[in-house]
């Protein structure tokens, strides 16, 4: 793939009536647990919930993923007072691999409900 052929960056925003209940199943399906147990500790629990689930949806329609996202195989970490960073496994990192892709870079926001995510290229390693 080249640099041409793909975009440089990916927005996805999501409102509030796309956030189920904190306590919702499918929260177990789009987030890691470890993904849960963060933002369940949090105010405002749904909207980290959504904007998590928001940016692995910006993630993988960057890398072109071809299908629906593989929500298991991306986690969105935080270390105290340093940004989110996405990390990848399993399925989807041996395919990003494969095709010479880096781990997109994120960035998170919310508020009154809504998400909204960024995904980029890392300019050290961006595809040609």
Known sequence: MTTSTMAP??????EPHQAPDRH????????TEGERAYALGLA???????????????AAQLLGWPGPPPWQDMEIRR???G???LHLRGA??????AR???VPRISLTHAR????????????????
């Open 9 to 14: 960056t990916v927005a996805r925003i999501a």
């Open 24 to 31: 919702d199943e499918r929260w177990s399906w789009w987030l």
């Open 44 to 58: 405002r629990a749904e909207e980290h919930l959504l904007v998590r689930r928001t940016a692995k949806e910006a």
């Open 79 to 81: 270390r105290a007072g």
């Open 83 to 85: 940004a989110p960073t």
């Open 92 to 97: 989807l990192a041996d395919w990003a691999a």
């Open 100 to 102: 010479g892709l880096p």
């Open 113 to 128: 409900g809504h998400a909204a995510a960024l995904a980029w290229w890392p300019a050290e390693g961006a595809p040609r």
